[in-house]
């Protein structure tokens, strides 16, 4: 059992606010992910990290940004919320392994509901 | 390269049996099943790490043919409780996970 933990788990908010979602493990993961996913579609990777002071874009562009000054904290913060970033957040981590081993596997967070109005 | 699943939904009726491909332009070292019910996260189901390796999980198996880059899911006697969006992901460069379009599946009673 994965130890992923994320705040808030739903949040409606006016835009333009400023939002963090945070997200922590308790597993001692290297990596950790976050990915947006709209209901019932496809999941795409926004941000990732392999350590402390580590981060990278991901597939999907995204305007948000992320901090790793932690191992075990990776928050993600939207300056300015707009309408079009509604959708759920979902924070991973994995282990620091080589492709072919199972140091890959992902655990995920419950998933944070983001609503802008 | 992101892989390529299907079919993109299926619907069965409890008992019956589906199978889920997953399949990749690149060689493979690895793939991963998640599966995600609605409005929760994924959940890991298994990781097939070799060619021609099958694994199971509850009545669900997965093998996996390096050869032909792909990977497929079978769920045998389904159940109620499989209904949900089912994932694979392969490993890209930086050992990232990169996850298919998912392949909904629907069980009726």
């Known amino acids: 059992e994965a130890d992923i933990y994320q705040t808030p788990r739903y949040l409606v908010i006016g835009t333009g606010k400023k939002i963090t979602l945070e997200c922590s493990q308790t597993?001692?993961?290297?990596?950790m992910y976050w990915y947006q996913q709209d209901p019932g579609m496809e999941l795409h990777l926004i941000h990732y990290s392999y350590g402390v002071n580590s981060t990278e874009k991901g597939d999907l562009s995204s305007e948000s940004t992320v901090s790793r000054i932690r191992t075990e904290h990776f928050p993600l913060t939207l300056e300015s919320a707009r309408p079009s970033h509604t959708s759920q957040y979902l924070c991973a981590s994995s282990a620091l392994g080589p492709a072919g081993s199972s140091g890959n596997t992902i655990y995920f967070g419950e998933g944070s509901w983001l609503t802008v109005v | 390269q992101q892989p390529v699943q299907s079919p993109q939904a299926v619907i069965l009726r409890e008992g019956e049996d589906a199978v889920i491909n997953c399949s990749s332009s690149?060689?493979?070292?690895?793939v991963h099943w998640y599966r995600q019910k609605h409005g929760e996260a994924p959940v890991f189901l298994m990781i097939l790490l070799k060619g021609g390796e099958q694994k199971g999980h509850e009545k669900i198996s997965a093998s996996f043919n390096e050869k032909k880059q792909q990977s497929s899911l079978y769920l045998t006697a389904s159940q109620l409780s499989y209904s949900g969006t089912y994932f694979c992901?392969?490993?890209?460069?930086?050992?990232?996970?990169?996850f298919g379009g998912g392949t909904r599946l629907m069980v009726k009673p």
């Open positions: 597993m001692g993961h290297d990596k």
């Open positions: 992901g392969t490993p890209t460069a930086g050992n990232m996970l990169t």
């Open positions: 690149k060689a493979l070292y690895s």
